[in-house]
């Protein structure tokens, strides 16, 4: 794992400080690679990498090139499948020069041109740049697991795992980005290309940009998330299915534990991660360090089903104790890292985690995402299979008590059933909406926009959230299953850009600890996506194919056990005594006018209503993190000078092409 940051010219040559200009990119994101840093420059391009050792220690060094070394690459993440690549491009006649996963890339790239991205199985972004047709070709993984980020200002090319690396250019505009904070504050993050900055985008998951000087990128997409018509599903017995699933999961997790050092596992007590530390155990015969969180409050803490998958894999464990007071501690500095604004706390535990991992010396770690996105776990699909059969007898009280099976810890007394069943009859018969399956919850995180400033909603004007989203669904969406359809949106929304970013790439690396995520290995999820929608949700069980394809690994509490949505204090964490200080400054000092974004009357009175009661709604805990963690955005990222280290740590190699010669400096 590392991070990349680069320049190229597109109307003219780079200024001559082209190299310490890289060098601030490179510094201000230090943590995604504190092992060492390398730099290409000629007079046309600056790449830059900051590098987290892991494959070939000794002899990784980026930027890494090719035979005649006319391409370069810097690159972020890993290739699982490089061996077999690498053996393949030996028989064609390609040379290399190191073990790494990277070199594999670039003769891919010579091999295949920007079709080299189909070959690989990885989570990557990465820049190549072609010094003689003077192009740079940069890709983004499948699923958006590792970052990449891009601008184009005063005729160059800026890009970064990082927008704190472009914005060391002082003459990069900061500013927020109107519609994508309406995003945020309806989808828990920005729609791609989309960032909360105006100005910089994000190359979307799947994408590739290419860009040669005088014109502008060619971005395309090169692969999507799945969908799949409801006669085209795949036929066979549940017995073979669930003997194709722990295949592919199980060579998913063996391409994962490729790597020169260590490879620990997170384990939260659930199903996915527990699957993961099984398979490690018992496939691999391998004795795997887990790591886990524990929380003071009993709803958020898990600590008893990790304690028993520990007893049951005889495993070395180690876990981090999270309090209330930390997650106030730690919040400036988790939006640091993340970039964007947050509706929960729920990324802080996270960062804690990733520090732990560090602790102990570990980089590498397994962890559970993105198993309920493809197979089927989130409540949020179980909710739109009732509603859907709900909705051909609206009358049924049977019929709308089955929600009672998904909350019955909300469902237990008269009132409460009532509000709750009214909540979800909210647009119950509108089934042809393709959205219908989210609705609900973005319809709920909208009214979050009663907080903007009446500036702020003049500038987003008659922006529609769900037009725009509608207009970017592909053909094959309205031909899919209901269930895959939920799945598809999940998965190009929350999970990538938001699970996979804020509580995953972002937080992981500010631990220098990379996360390797077999579920979202493409072929479980393209093999996944052809499963019927009866073996993933069978009646109410959700996961049911993946619970079967494991149940000889786990223990049968384990493998029984009902999903535990992650979750973190918002408010005690916030607005408890060590805290509340900070809090109401960042909220009703001048920092609320300088900013423009909210109404500080009603943020003044969110406040007062959030002191006052001693349990808060959900709506109004995610206005406290979303609007603070807003105003400490704009207060971290757009006010005064960007805080840019020195340059002078340098990279440990420098490669000069600007005088038409190689120059490296130790």
Excluded at 168 to 182: E, F, G, M
Excluded at 596 to 606: A, D, E, I, T, Y
Aim: net charge neutral; charged share 25%.
């Amino acid at each position: 794992m590392c991070g990349i940051a680069g320049t190229i010219g597109l109307t003219s040559p780079l200024p001559s400080d082209a190299v310490d200009a890289t060098a601030r990119m490179l510094n201000v994101i230090g943590h995604r690679g504190p092992d060492e840093a390398g730099l290409y420059v000629d007079d046309t391009a600056a790449l830059g990498q900051v590098r987290l050792s892991i494959i070939d220690l000794a002899g990784g060094h980026q930027p890494i090139h090719n035979e005649d070394q006319s391409l370069w690459i810097v690159f972020n993440g890993e290739i699982f499948n490089y061996l077999e690549l690498r053996e393949d491009l030996i028989l064609r006649g390609h040379r290399f020069y190191t073990n790494t996963d990277t070199e594999v890339i670039v003769h891919l790239y010579e091999q295949y041109g920007s079709d080299c991205v189909q070959h690989l199985n990885g989570q990557f972004a990465f820049a190549i740049w072609d010094s003689r047709r003077r192009t740079v070709f940069m890709a983004r993984d499948r699923v958006g697991i590792r970052p990449l980020h891009y601008t184009i200002h005063q005729g160059r090319l800026t890009f970064a795992s990082e927008i704190k690396s472009i914005l060391t250019d002082p003459s990069v505009p900061r500013k927020p980005d109107p519609i994508a904070l309406d995003q945020i504050f309806t989808f828990w993050a920005p729609l791609t290309p989309r960032t909360a900055f105006e100005g910089i985008s994000e190359l979307p998951p799947g994408h590739t940009l290419i860009c040669r000087p005088g014109q502008s990128p060619d971005i395309r997409c090169y692969w999507q998330v799945p969908l799949c018509d409801p006669q085209d599903c795949i036929t066979g017995s549940v017995e073979d299915l669930s003997q194709q699933v722990r295949d592919l999961l199980t060579d998913a997790v063996r391409l994962r534990l490729r790597a020169d050092v260590p490879v620990g596992s997170y384990l939260s007590g659930g199903l996915d991660s527990s699957i993961l530390a099984s398979l490690v155990v018992k496939e691999f015969n391998n004795q795997v360090r887990t790591f886990g969180l524990r929380f003071e409050e009993s709803e958020f803490d898990e600590t008893l089903y990790q304690h028993q998958m520990v007893t049951a894999l005889k495993c070395h464990h180690s876990e981090i104790l999270v309090s209330n007071e930390e997650i106030g501690s730690h919040f400036d500095k988790a939006v640091w890292h993340i970039e964007k604004p947050l509706l929960r706390t729920s990324p802080i535990p996270l960062m804690r985690l990733a520090g732990l991992v560090h602790d102990q010396g570990f980089k590498v770690v397994l962890s559970g995402e993105g198993a309920d996105e493809v197979f089927g776990g989130y409540n949020i699909f179980r909710e739109a299979k009732i509603r859907r059969y709900w909705a051909k007898a609206p009358e049924s009280a049977r019929r709308a008590a089955l929600i009672g099976r998904l909350y019955p810890y909300i469902f237990n007394d008269a009132r409460s059933r009532q509000t709750v069943q009214s909540f979800f009859a909210r647009g119950l018969e509108d089934v042809g909406n393709p959205l219908y399956s989210h609705q609900l919850r973005w319809d709920n995180t909208r009214r979050l926009r009663q907080f903007f400033s009446d500036d702020l909603t003049s500038q987003i004007g008659s922006y529609d959230p769900y037009a725009d989203l509608t207009s970017q669904l592909p053909k094959t969406f309205h031909h899919a299953h209901d269930l895959s359809k939920a799945q598809y949106l999940e998965m190009t929304t929350f999970m990538s850009q938001y699970l996979l970013s804020s509580q995953g790439d972002r937080v992981a690396m500010s631990g220098s600890v990379e996360t390797r995520v077999p579920f979202l290995d493409h072929r479980v999820i393209e093999f996944m996506a052809r499963v019927s929608p009866r073996h993933k949700i069978a009646g109410l069980t959700e996961k049911a194919l993946l619970r079967r394809s494991f149940a000889h690994l786990l223990p049968e509490a384990i493998c029984r056990r009902n999903k535990h949505p992650y979750r973190t204090p918002i408010k005690q964490g916030l607005l408890n005594e060590m805290h509340r200080d900070y809090v109401h400054d960042m909220l009703t000092g001048p920092g609320m006018t300088r900013a423009g974004l909210f109404n500080p009357q009603k943020v003044s009175r969110l406040l007062d209503r959030l002191e006052r009661r001693p349990h808060s709604s959900e709506t109004d805990n995610m206005a406290l993190a979303g609007v603070l963690s807003t105003q400490s955005l704009y207060e971290q990222f757009m006010v005064g000078p960007m805080a840019c280290p020195d340059a002078a740590s340098g990279a440990n190699q420098v490669i000069d092409r600007r005088r038409c010669m190689a120059a490296t400096t130790p």
